[in-house]
């Protein structure tokens, strides 16, 4: 069993930066470490993903100004995002899944991002 805690949202102006943290309880080693995003009205989309490996995936759209990273030692899992724009504006979720979801798929209960001047 794993269980995902996310913190770091908030309001955020055009152009900054923040940074989401996902704490993980529950050994997340095998496990694909990402953070998807759900804008009103819009399906859940991938941000981003790291596997075990440290393989990294991005969305196009923010390819370039985004990186994920995780601790190991610390079971956690981080999402950097600079020059935000309002599109960005979503509530953010951590998840935890194995290669074969059925072995294991977690969620967090999500955080706010709201980008707005």
């Known amino acids: 069993q794993v269980q995902l805690v996310e913190s770091g949202g908030g309001p955020v102006q055009p152009g900054g930066s923040l940074r989401l943290n996902c704490a993980a309880s529950?050994?997340?080693?095998?496990?694909?470490m990402g953070w998807y995003r759900q804008a009103p009205g819009k399906q859940r989309e991938l941000v981003a993903a790291?596997?075990?490996?440290?393989?990294?995936t991005y969305a196009d759209s923010v390819k370039g100004r985004s990186t994920i990273s995780r601790d190991s030692a610390k079971n956690t899992v981080n999402l950097s995002m600079n020059n935000l724009k309002p599109e960005d504006t979503a509530v953010y979720y951590c998840?935890?899944?194995?290669?074969?979801?059925?072995?294991?798929?977690?969620w967090g209960q999500g955080t706010q991002v709201t980008v707005s001047s």
């Open positions: 529950g050994n997340t080693e095998l496990y694909i």
């Open positions: 790291i596997n075990p490996g440290g393989t990294t």
């Open positions: 998840n935890a899944r194995r290669i074969e979801r059925f072995l294991g798929d977690y």
